[in-house]
C-alpha cells in the first residue's frame, strides 16, 4: 500500500535528447510527489514537485506529468546534459508527510 | 547547499558500539525527518520530530532512537551496531511539511 514504483533502474540518453523516468504509486492517500536529484556523496535535492489536483507542472527543462486515474507520474528532462547525470528519485507523502521513495534511477548522459 | 547540516560526515566504528548522529535543521524549520539509505532497501524513512516532539515512526529498528532539542536540533541514537547497519544517513527539515531539504548526510560503516 506505501510503496513507490520506479522504473527503469538506469538510462543512458545522448546530449540534448530527452530522459524520461516514470513511478506508480498504490496509496491513493498520496497528496504530495516530488522528484529528488542525488550526485554521488551528496544528499538529494527536491528538483520539481507537483499536486494531484495538476496534470502537469514544468519548471525549466524539467516536466513532472501526471496521470491520478492511473495513479502513476513521471520526469522529463528536455534538452538533457552531461551535467544531468545523477540519480534521479520518485517520492510520495501524504498527510503524515514522511516520503516514501521509489528505488531510484542512474541517468547517464553522454556528450 | 540546503542549509542542513549534520556532522560527522563519516562515522566508522565497531559491531556492538553506540553512535549518536547530529543534524541542524535550516533556521526556521521545525520538522525534523531521518532517512537511511542503503543499497538493498534505499531510502527509507525512520522518524519524524516537530518542534520537540515526536510526529511520526518509519521502518525504525528498536535499536535505535532520536530526540530533538529546543533549539531544534536532532539527534539520531543508533545502539548495538550490527554490520547492516552500514548506510548512509540523512536528515531533511520542513517549515511546513510538504518541501523537505536534505542535509548532505552521514556514512556510517559498521565493521
Known amino acids: 500500500q506505501q510503496q513507490v514504483k520506479q522504473s527503469p533502474q538506469s538510462l543512458i540518453v545522448q546530449k540534448g535528447g530527452i530522459s524520461i523516468i516514470n513511478c506508480a504509486y498504490e496509496n491513493t492517500a498520496f497528496d504530495y510527489f516530488p522528484w529528488y536529484q542525488q550526485f554521488p556523496g551528496k544528499g538529494p535535492a527536491l528538483l520539481i514537485a507537483?499536486?494531484?489536483?495538476?496534470s502537469e507542472k514544468k519548471e525549466g527543462r524539467f516536466t513532472i506529468s501526471f496521470n491520478k486515474s492511473a495513479k502513476q507520474f513521471s520526469l522529463h528532462i528536455m534538452d538533457s546534459q552531461p551535467g544531468d547525470s545523477a540519480t534521479y528519485f520518485c517520492?510520495?507523502?501524504?498527510?503524515?508527510?514522511?516520503?516514501?521513495f521509489g528505488s531510484g534511477t542512474q541517468l547517464t548522459v553522454l556528450p | 547547499d540546503s542549509g542542513v547540516t549534520q556532522t560527522p560526515k563519516h562515522l566508522i566504528t565497531a559491531t556492538g558500539q553506540r553512535v549518536t548522529l547530529r543534524c541542524s535543521p535550516r533556521?526556521?524549520?521545525?520538522?525534523v525527518y531521518w532517512y537511511q539509505q542503503s543499497l538493498d532497501q534505499g531510502l527509507q524513512f525512520l522518524i519524524q520530530?516537530?518542534?520537540?516532539?515526536?510526529?511520526a515512526k518509519g521502518n525504525i529498528l528498536e535499536r535505535f532512537s532520536a530526540q530533538q532539542f529546543p533549539d531544534l536540533h536532532s539527534e539520531l541514537n543508533l545502539s548495538s551496531l550490527e554490520l547492516g547497519d552500514s548506510a548512509l544517513y540523512f536528515c531533511?527539515?520542513?517549515?511546513?511539511?510538504?518541501?523537505?531539504?536534505f542535509g548532505p548526510g552521514t556514512r556510517l560503516t559498521v565493521l
Open positions: 517520492a510520495a507523502s501524504g498527510t503524515a508527510r514522511q516520503l516514501t
Open positions: 533556521s526556521g524549520d521545525l520538522s
Open positions: 520530530y516537530y518542534n520537540g516532539e515526536e510526529r
Open positions: 507537483i499536486r494531484p489536483d495538476v
Open positions: 531533511a527539515s520542513s517549515v511546513e511539511g510538504y518541501t523537505q531539504y
